[in-house]
Every structure is written in C-alpha cells, then in structure tokens.
C-alpha cells in the first residue's frame, strides 16, 4: 500500500507508463548504450484525490542483484 506524500491518501497501485507515440512503455537501465543492462520496468501509483503520480519497482530483488 502507497500513501501520496502530498495528502496522505492511500494510493492506486499498477498502472504502467507507456511513452506517446510509442506503445513499449519505459525499462531502468544500468549502463550506458544500446547494450545497457535492462533492469526492471517501473510501476505507476495514482492518488484518488489530488492526482500525485509516483514510479515504483515491485521487485527490488533485481536491482540488488545487479548493484
């Protein structure tokens, strides 16, 4: 559960975030290139009332693994 740091609502969990004009949605990258290690693909919380948007990774695990 996510609480919107401007209200202190509780937030709507998993909506992706897709770039206009494209339908691939964004990846974390570690390293610089077209051969930069694709990491994890974050998640979109919305809150209900004041429309505070906030990216999050579910599976933390990944990004530890590759520090």
Not at 11 to 29: C, N, P, Q, T
């Amino acid at each position: 559960m996510r609480i919107c740091n401007q209200c202190k609502c509780e937030m709507i969990e998993d909506f992706d975030i897709k770039v206009e004009g494209g339908a691939y949605g964004i990846r974390l990258s570690k390293g610089n290139g077209i051969f930069a290690k694709r990491l994890e693909k974050p998640k979109v919380a919305i809150c209900p009332k004041c429309g505070e948007v906030s990216l999050y990774i579910e599976n933390l695990d990944v990004i530890m693994e590759n520090e």
